[in-house]
């Protein structure tokens, strides 16, 4: 089934080449993402304060989400309304009310354990990981999948042009960096008949 309208809490938006890869997929339609001003707010920081990104980065990152998905955000104070009755973990209360305000089925969250399945179901919502999200898609929107890493691998060039088996290495957590998104990594390349490769070290 095609997933349509999704929150992505901080933890995705955070999380590099993740973000990316949901993007271009949302491009594709493969669904329609979701935010509030304090999601964005908390990316920002996030990524500032830990070097992922200049401040001047950021701004040209979220004006380039802002053109591409201009009708993402839900109103935060329809969210902040609601937030305190939420019944999840207190940090992440607000990212199911963004859901519940904006009437989104779907949260994406890399903290699942801030939602857990009776809380959810209290409000009528679903969480998914990443990586859950992705093996989804694979499975329903292989096409989309594929159309999708082959346009991010064409903008991935630290310190060298990327490849899909370098990507999805990195999803997978080969060479240096947690694993994002490793059981997508792994359909995905056995899907497409290709052995996924450690991806270019880019502190070299």
């Known amino acids: 089934m095609r997933r349509d309208r999704s929150v992505l809490d901080a933890s995705v938006l955070y999380s590099?080449?993740?973000?990316?890869?949901?993007?271009?997929?949302?491009?594709?339609?493969?669904?329609?993402?979701?935010?509030?001003e304090r999601i964005l707010e908390e990316t920002r920081r996030?990524?500032?304060?830990?070097g992922a990104?200049?401040?001047?980065?950021?701004?040209?990152?979220?004006?380039?989400?802002?053109?591409a998905f201009p009708e993402a955000v839900i109103e935060q104070a329809d969210a902040d309304a609601i937030e305190h009755?939420?019944?999840?973990?207190e940090k992440d209360r607000h990212v199911l009310a963004a859901a519940v305000a904006g009437n989104v089925e779907l949260v994406i969250t890399s903290n699942l354990r801030h939602f857990e399945q009776a809380d959810l179901e209290e409000v009528?919502?679903?969480?998914?990981?990443?990586?859950?999200?992705?093996c989804e898609l694979l499975a329903t929107e292989p096409t989309v999948i594929h159309n999708a890493t082959e346009r991010l691998?064409?903008?991935?060039?630290?310190p060298r042009p990327w490849?899909?088996?370098?990507?999805?290495?990195?999803?997978?957590?080969?060479?240096?960096?947690?694993?994002?998104?490793?059981r997508f990594a792994?359909?995905?390349?056995?899907?497409?008949?290709?052995?996924?490769?450690?991806?270019?070290?880019?502190?070299s």
Do not use: Y
């Open 186 to 203: 792994k359909a995905a390349a056995a899907k497409l008949g290709i052995e996924m490769a450690a991806p270019p070290d880019r502190r």
């Open 16 to 36: 590099e080449p993740v973000r990316s890869l949901l993007l271009w997929i949302a491009t594709q339609e493969g669904f329609d993402p979701c935010w509030t």
């Open 85 to 89: 009755e939420m019944p999840n973990d």
């Open 124 to 134: 009528g919502k679903q969480a998914l990981s990443p990586d859950q999200l992705l």
């Open 153 to 158: 691998v064409t903008v991935m060039r630290t």
């Open 163 to 182: 490849s899909i088996p370098e990507l999805l290495g990195r999803l997978a957590g080969l060479g240096h960096g947690d694993a994002l998104a490793p």
């Open 53 to 67: 990104v200049s401040p001047t980065q950021w701004e040209d990152l979220q004006a380039a989400m802002q053109e």
């Open 46 to 50: 996030n990524l500032i304060a830990d």
